[in-house]
């Protein structure tokens, strides 16, 4: 065990887990939600719907508020108007206007430059404003919807201008959106940057994959069931896939993307979460130190194969059509360079050095402007070691699977052999089915609606931990720095699945993608 595996715990303990708690309502304690950034797409499309379906689930405080801090000139009222636009077209829950009224009481704005000493003196003042007048407590959360270079002077704005400071009995947060880094090393200077004033347990990093119920449901399928663990291990798994496909391509988001690429953007976090989700062993409670350590254990067992050119695939985008759209391909969006070497799809084979997972590949594959957008885990089996049947009689069973359907669709699938009707033995495969439409009335809540009410509650099991940022570095960095030397990434038809070499990837092995 590395030294990293084995820091004490810190934070609170997951109320969900004590059987005390689990009764009570998971309801925010008196709090400000601080936004920087808030003029920024993530804030509109998710952040402030996310709020209003907290609000209107009965789940924030009645004096709860929400600061907006951007370089616009806008009043309290502005600020409002655009609150107002954003929940009205992206919120989940129907629009109420009473849970809106009480809601829009609690909104200020401030604003000013990340780097103007006056807007955060203004910050400060609206802050201390809120204690006495909605009750906040001297509870705030600084949220970072900013690019991460201006991280460092944001929290050296808010230490400098007392805003990091937790006084008696108050607390203070800071939750930050990925990238979290470029690399190992860039990650461990924003690390130092954002824990040189904020402890550790006050910073929520955002994987917004672990907010998602079916991610979650990943746990309760293997932790609170006694029929998929026994089969959970190299004995009966053949190979795991996990992809997240996209049927999107950058659309606005150039100036993030470019240079980005997919592997850094969802591989380094949302697929690497996924994995360890899918591959750790049993936590000793679902509390953050515990669930953590397991996730750490998985992700510094992972192995790349020696051979990264046999065993990892990239491509970017080309021209073609996208539901039923003609679309353009990635070097002739707005704002990409015209040589850019970016990929838009990457796919890698990894390995999980520990006895329960030796010999059995992972393979993970992101992409944008594939045929569909879907995101699954796909555990694939073993063929039964001997079949009393003749070849004919089996020549359409495949391999036996057990399918997370993350999104859309949410749900699980099972994929086995059943006999076809008729005269005749003949076996074909077939899918067994749980929908979470069909089997609950309650609609999942958004990931956003989750994380931040954990943020507000001070509860750390969805955010991953800093050594777990590094660990997904350590992975990534030797495929990315391979990528870099290899020129341009291949080519692939939009609306596709992706280019040739990541299907020769998998060809070598002896195995396909599935086509979701
Ligand atoms: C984000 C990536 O983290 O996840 C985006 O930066 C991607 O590139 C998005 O489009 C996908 O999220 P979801 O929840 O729609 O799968």
Redesign the pocket.
């Given at each position: 065990m590395t030294a990293e595996l084995e820091e004490e715990p810190t934070g609170p303990v997951n109320p969900l887990r004590d059987p005390q708690d689990r009764r009570l309502p998971r309801i925010a304690g008196p709090s400000s939600l601080v936004i920087f950034g808030v003029t920024g797409d993530l804030a509109r499309k998710k952040l402030m719907p996310a709020i209003y379906d907290l609000a209107n689930r009965g789940l924030l405080p009645p004096g709860f508020a929400l600061v907006g801090f951007a370089r616009r000139d806008f009043s309290n009222q502005d600020f409002a108007q655009i609150v107002h636009d954003s929940v009205k077209e992206h919120a989940r829950t129907p629009f109420r206007e009473e849970v809106w009224q009480q809601l829009a009481e609690g909104f200020r704005f401030v604003p000013g430059d990340l780097t103007d000493d006056e807007a955060f003196k203004k910050l400060r003042e609206t802050v201390d404003e809120l204690d006495v007048n909605r009750g906040t407590g001297g509870n705030h959360a600084f949220y970072l919807s900013i690019p991460p270079s201006l991280f460092p002077k944001v929290v050296e704005k808010l230490k400098q201008h007392g805003l990091a400071d937790e006084v008696a009995g108050s607390w203070r947060r800071v939750v930050i959106e990925?990238p979290f880094g470029h690399d190992l090393k860039s990650a461990r200077e924003l690390n130092h940057v954002v824990e040189s004033v904020f402890p550790p347990e006050a910073v929520f990093r955002i994987d917004?994959?672990l907010g998602?119920e079916t991610v979650q449901n990943m746990l309760a399928l293997r932790f609170a069931n006694a029929m998929f663990e026994p089969v959970w291990n190299s004995h009966y798994v053949d190979h795991v896939q996990i992809t997240?496909a996209?049927d999107?391509g950058?659309g606005g988001?150039a100036g993030?993307?470019d240079g980005i690429g997919a592997a850094r953007?969802?591989i380094q976090?949302?697929l690497l979460q996924l994995l360890a989700l899918v591959a750790m062993e049993e936590p000793v409670s679902f509390d953050a130190w515990s669930l953590r350590q397991e996730k750490k254990k998985v992700l510094a067992a992972v192995k790349l194969p020696d051979r990264l050119d046999l065993h990892t695939a990239r491509g970017q985008y080309a021209a073609g059509w996208a539901g039923g759209t003609k679309v353009k391909g990635y070097l002739q969006e707005d704002g990409i360079p015209q040589h850019s070497a970016t990929e838009t799809f990457a796919a890698m084979r990894v390995d999980v050095d520990t006895r329960r997972w030796a010999g059995v590949p992972f393979y993970l594959r992101t992409g944008?402007r594939l045929g569909r957008?879907v995101?699954e885990v796909a555990v694939m089996f073993k063929r039964a070691p001997h079949l009393p049947f003749t070849a004919t009689e089996t020549e359409e069973l495949g391999q036996n699977a057990l399918v997370m359907r993350?999104?859309p669709d949410e749900g699980i699938t099972m994929r086995f052999g059943a006999k076809v009707p008729g005269t005749m033995m003949e076996i074909r495969d077939v899918n067994m089915d749980f929908a979470y439409g069909g089997s609950f009335t309650e609609s999942s809540p958004e990931?956003y609606e989750r994380l931040i009410l954990d943020v507000l509650l001070g509860d750390p099991p969805l955010f991953p931990q800093h050594t777990e940022v590094e660990l997904g570095w350590k992975i990534l960095d030797p495929v990315i720095n391979f990528w870099a030397e290899q020129g341009q990434p291949e080519q692939y038809d939009s609306g596709g699945w992706g280019p040739d070499s990541a299907h020769e990837m998998l060809a070598r092995d002896g195995r396909a993608w599935r086509r979701p």
């Open positions: 990925k917004h994959y998602k997240m996209e999107i950058i988001r993030y993307y953007d969802v976090n949302h944008k957008r995101t993350i999104q990931a």
